[in-house]
Nanobody
Framework: QLQLVESGGGLVQPGGSLRLSCAAS????????IGWFRQAPGKEREGILC????????HYADAVKGRFTISRDAAKKTVYLQMNSLKQEDTAVYYC????????????????WGQGTQVTVAS
C-alpha cells in the first residue's frame, strides 16, 4: 500500500527556516514523482515544487522561488522541502503527494497524499 507521511512542520518566526520531510512506504521513488503542495485557510490548494523519478525539479509557484528547494534521498525514500526566509503568507498546511509525473502542478492529478503538516509563520 502506497503511503506518504509528512513531518517537520511547526511554528517559526518570519525569516526563519524549516525542513519538511515526506517519507514514502510501499513504493520506491524510482518510479514516482513527489510534489509538495500547500493549502492556506480559505484558499485553494496550490503546488509548490515537484521532483521527478529521475530527480528533475519542477517549480510550480513563483512565490517561493529562491526560498524553497526540494531534494530527495532515494535510499531513505524521503523527499525534503527546505524552506528559507519564511513569510507569514507561507502559513499553511503542507502536503506531499505522489504521481507518475510532475505535470503542471494541478493537485487533483496527484493520486496519493500524505496527511499534511502545519506550518505557521508568526512573530
Amino acid at each position: 500500500q502506497l503511503q506518504l507521511v509528512e513531518s517537520g512542520g511547526g511554528l517559526v518566526q518570519p525569516g526563519g527556516s524549516l525542513r519538511l520531510s515526506c517519507a514514502a512506504s510501499g513504493f520506491t521513488l524510482d518510479y514516482y514523482a513527489i510534489g509538495w503542495f500547500r493549502q492556506a485557510p480559505g484558499k485553494e490548494r496550490e503546488g509548490i515544487l515537484c521532483i521527478s523519478s529521475r530527480g528533475e525539479v519542477r517549480h510550480y509557484a513563483d512565490a517561493v522561488k529562491g526560498r524553497f528547494t526540494i531534494s530527495r534521498d532515494a535510499a531513505k525514500k524521503t523527499v525534503y522541502l527546505q524552506m528559507n526566509s519564511l513569510k507569514q503568507e507561507d502559513t499553511a498546511v503542507y502536503y506531499c503527494a505522489a504521481d507518475s509525473v510532475c505535470g503542471t502542478g494541478a493537485w487533483r492529478a496527484f493520486e496519493t497524499w500524505g496527511q499534511g503538516t502545519q506550518v505557521t509563520v508568526a512573530s
